[in-house]
């Protein structure tokens, strides 16, 4: 009796493990609480942003997609505004940055992170999960909710061969008909054969394992 109750006790413990394991997000674009993607806004969206004027909004058009936040950092540096008007778009309009593999340089970019977080991203690298990166940020910003305004520009990279159609649904611009198509895709072989597929603005978002 004694050892079956045990087994039962051991069955419960594993099912309840696998429940909470799959309840929490994985690797995914993070909730955005205000911030847009700069490769999917239209022109007309970037106008109204405090800062670009209607002629910035359309070089920004003409350069996209922009692979990093450095490189549309540099773009508005070149038309003309100052590094601290620039620093005033990004809670409105920016580029994710990978947490697995972001620079100093794109760090130092999200609005808040500041020099603190050019050391304690990389320290908890690999990212997973953001039940992961709201308990081990929020330990330096004052709990989750804090980690969440900065990791809604941020993102963690999905596997494009095996990620669920929700993961999949947190790509800016995605929707059902997109996420058919990436599916239809699979298997990808590298890196290359998914930015064929994808372009350059969403493939950024996946490794192919």
Known sequence: ?????????????????????????????????????????????????????????????GKRPFASITEFNALLLAQGLTAEQAMAVYPKAFVHINLNTATPEEILLVPGAGRRMVREFPEYRPWRNWAQFDREIGKYVGGAENAQKLGQYTFIPMNANTAADADLMTVPGANQAWVDKLKKGRPYKSAADLEKALGRGQARFFVVE
């Open 1 to 61: 009796m004694k050892r079956y109750m045990r087994t039962i006790g051991v069955v419960c413990g594993a099912f309840a493990l696998l429940v909470l394991t799959a309840a929490v997000p994985a690797a995914q674009v993070a909730k955005s609480l205000g911030v847009k993607d700069v490769n999917t806004m239209t022109e007309a969206e970037l106008a109204a942003v405090p800062g670009l004027t209607p002629a910035i909004a359309k070089a920004i058009v």
